[in-house]
């Protein structure tokens, strides 16, 4: 982790972030709460306290890049247990919206991502064994978990058809004017 | 008693049972679920991920469409709930995001829906006592482990349980239908969620460490309202026991299965079949 020294100090990135102030993020004690109660703690490179404290210190780079943003699960613990309610899940987002790449051990993530959007953007709904295919295919990931894949089908838990037509032009509607021909993770 | 159902597309397909109970429990009780038109899908994990527009206006299609139904929403995937009610209170204090969100879904919606989990409706509109008085065929003091996870309890301005660091909303619902909830620490840890399929090691780390707790706490099962938790720990429980060399065998319900056989419903209509881990031996005491 590269050092911040007072003149580097910018201040515009947590501006970014939080540009209205509701994520709390100038209000951080540092405590380690959030930290301490961490999902990813032992697999992630920068601690959510430590995550808090970079976006006040401008330390942009370091935190697009890191497998922390991506390594992040979403289980909320962090800001349920922060006493200055600091919101640091919806600034992970911020990050993973923000950032181009993942690193190569967490791209897998991003990919997934990319491909459940593609299946909602597609079909209105999740088609969950299309999806399992188009993920497999651009994570070459093609054995993982076929084992599985007999039992799902004669319980019905996985259909090979995909969903009812209904929602898919209200829902191609809502991807072309949000996303729009951007790639859905990028 | 009717509500507007929004089932998710877990429901349709790898939680198919926990749709089936809840259908059949909601018959069996009078609740009155109306689908609601033409739903779609709430973005889950990878919309908030990536576009925060996106992610608002997912749900909020659903909400406008609800809104018409004129009632209460009821969610029972733990991940939808999350992002309905996420979104409808971020559409309600936020009036720049309502703008930005009616340009998006062609409808000016200001999150004035109420959205619920189907375990709020059923101990705050019909009633534990209620309950009670409804089973016929009591669980004989099978041991639950009742297990949470994260999104029906975090953040605390969406939990459907007032103590978000130990829950007792599914302990008295199914004390109610004659089970015994054991204590365990682990009831609203995390399964490891959406990383089942990018990085399943970790979820098999962490499912595996709730597994093994309900275990040590005495559970004869485990029970859930979430079909991400209920996936990782049932699909996953057999490579989690091979893994640590020693026997799990905990069924995985959904709430709505145990308290639907207390109702007296048939083990078919629940979905009891479509568990991984097999429920006989403990069905059978």
């Known amino acids: 982790m590269s050092k911040a ?21 100038a209000s951080c004690l540092q405590c380690g709460r959030c930290s301490s109660g961490c999902t990813m703690r032992l697999e992630t490179d ?19 890049s890191s497998k922390a943003i991506w390594a ?17 899940p919806t600034l992970i987002d911020r990050l993973r919206q923000k950032a181009k790449a993942a690193p190569k051990e967490m791209d897998r993530v991003r990919i997934f991502n990319e491909a459940f959007l593609a299946s909602v953007r597609r079909f209105g709904r999740v088609w969950e064994f299309g999806l399992m295919a188009a993920y497999k ?50 | 008693m009717k509500y507007a159902f929004f089932p998710g597309c877990s429901l349709e397909s790898t939680a198919r049972d926990f749709q089936m109970s809840t259908l059949a429990v909601a018959q069996a009780l009078g609740i009155e679920l109306q689908e609601i038109p033409d739903w779609s899908c709430c973005g889950s994990s990878p919309a908030h991920s990536t576009d925060a527009l996106l992610a608002a206006s997912l749900p909020a299609r659903n909400l406008a469409a609800a809104r018409r139904l004129e009632k209460d929403v009821v969610v029972c995937c733990a991940a939808c709930y999350s992002r309905l009610a996420a979104a409808n209170k971020a559409l309600a204090d936020d009036e720049n995001l309502r703008i930005e969100v009616s340009k998006v879904i062609g409808e000016m919606y200001g999150g004035t829906v109420r959205v619920r ?42 939990s459907i349980v007032s103590d978000p660091e130990d829950p007792q909303l599914m302990e008295e619902l199914l004390a109610a239908a004659g089970a015994t909830p054991v204590e365990w620490p682990f009831k609203t840890e995390c399964c490891g969620a959406s990383f089942s399929i990018t ?17 040590e706490s005495g559970a004869d099962c485990v029970v859930v309202a979430c079909p991400l938790c209920q996936n990782n720990l049932d699909l996953r429980q057999a ?47």
């Open chain 1, 5 to 25: 020294t007072l003149h580097s100090i910018d201040s515009a990135f947590l501006l970014e972030m939080d540009p209205d102030g509701r994520l709390n993020l």
């Open chain 1, 46 to 64: 920068i601690l959510p306290h430590q995550l808090n404290r970079m976006v006040a210190l401008g330390l942009t780079e370091q935190m697009l």
């Open chain 1, 72 to 88: 992040c699960v979403s289980c909320h613990t962090c800001v349920s247990r922060c006493p200055m309610k600091v919101d640091t």
């Open chain 1, 137 to 186: 295919t651009r994570a070459r990931d093609f054995f993982s978990d076929l084992g599985k894949l007999p039992a799902m089908l004669r319980k019905g838990k996985l259909s090979l058809l995909p969903p009812p037509k209904g929602a898919r032009k209200a829902v191609a509607t809502i991807f072309n004017r949000t996303i729009g021909k951007r790639r859905a993770a990028k």
């Open chain 2, 117 to 158: 989990h189907f375990l709020q409706v059923l101990r705050e509109d019909l009633g534990i006592a209620e309950i009670r008085k409804l089973v016929t065929r009591s669980l004989g003091g099978l041991r639950v482990a009742c297990y949470y996870g994260c999104l029906l309890t975090r953040p605390r301005e969406l």
């Open chain 2, 199 to 215: 990085r399943t090691d970790t979820v098999k780390r962490l499912s595996g460490e709730i597994l093994k707790m309900a275990k």
């Open chain 2, 239 to 285: 490579d989690i026991a091979a893994a640590i060399g020693k026997e799990i065998g905990l069924p995985v319900f959904y709430f709505t299965q145990l308290l639907g056989r207390a109702l007296g419903l048939s083990d078919e209509a629940l979905g009891i079949g479509k568990l991984m881990t097999s429920p006989e031996k403990v069905l059978a005491r």
